[in-house]
T-cell receptor
Framework: QQPVQSPQAVILREGEDAVINCSSSKALYSVHWYRQKHGEAPVFLMILLKGGEQKGHDKISASFNEKKQQSSLYLTASQLSYSGTYFCGTEPTIGGGGADGLTFGKGTHLIIQP | DAGVIQSPRHEVTEMGQEVTLRCKPISGHDYLFWYRQTMMRGLELLIYFNNNVPIDDSGMPEDRFSAKMPNASFSTLKIQPSEPRDSAVYFC???????????????FGSGTQLSVL
């Protein structure tokens, strides 16, 4: 089942912060985050595994709450280059550790204005 | 490394015609995935292969769709006959998945924009 992302769209000024949420109805083994710019392929940002870890990548970080089956992506002091559509991809626990294809949410459109 | 290579980039065809999309994964990657992207449904997993063997094709919409991976460096997705509702961007992605979870990230190709008139 497709994870639910919120919000659907965000418009920010450069330097502002944003949070994108991803929730699943299934117990999760991992959550992936990807960014896609218009007309391009999705590009990997990070993976979070069950265990409630948090990761950071420059000014982009994420958390994973396996009990709530939720993940959040945090963009701090946003830059123009952060514009794009952000997708979370989930891998359910049932079926083993990481043997299945990802199920992606519908995406969150992020627009950064100067 | 050239990355995942897909061809063609754009395909325009008429309803009823056969369409073949091609993908060359990154050398050494054991997993290959086919995804379809539309505005309405987002990114949908169609099928994936492990070591050239189809593992899960439950996402293939109907029998008009078929996929093959004859060797480690080539895969095709075929639609026969094509219909206007098949219009979408089709992505191929590969993944190494040989070292545990850290290697599960997907490397996407540039996609094929398919328009069926």
């Amino acid at each position: 089942q497709q994870p639910v992302q919120s919000p659907q769209a965000v418009i920010l000024r450069e330097g502002e912060d944003a949070v994108i949420n991803c929730s699943s109805s299934k117990a999760l083994y991992s959550v992936h985050w990807y960014r896609q710019k218009h007309g391009e392929a999705p590009v990997f940002l990070m993976i979070l595994l069950k265990g409630g870890e948090q990761k950071g990548h420059d000014k982009i970080s994420a958390s994973f709450n396996e009990k709530k089956q939720q993940s959040s992506l945090y963009l701090t002091a946003s830059q123009l280059s952060y514009s794009g559509t952000y997708f979370c991809g989930t891998e359910p626990t049932i079926g083993g550790g990481g043997a299945d294809g990802l199920t992606f949410g519908k995406g969150t459109h992020l627009i950064i204005q100067p | 490394d050239a990355g995942v290579i897909q061809s063609p980039r754009h395909e325009v065809t008429e309803m009823g015609q056969e369409v073949t999309l091609r993908c060359k994964p990154i050398s050494g990657h054991d997993y290959l995935f086919w995804y379809r992207q539309t505005m309405m449904r987002g990114l949908e997993l169609l099928i994936y292969f492990n070591n050239n063997v189809p593992i899960d094709d439950s996402g293939m919409p109907e029998d008009r769709f078929s996929a093959k991976m004859p060797n480690a460096s080539f895969s095709t997705l075929k639609i026969q006959p094509s219909e206007p509702r098949d219009s979408a961007v089709y992505f191929c992605a590969s993944s190494p998945r040989d070292g545990g979870p850290v290697n599960e990230k997907l490397f996407f190709g540039s996609g094929t924009q398919l328009s069926v008139l």
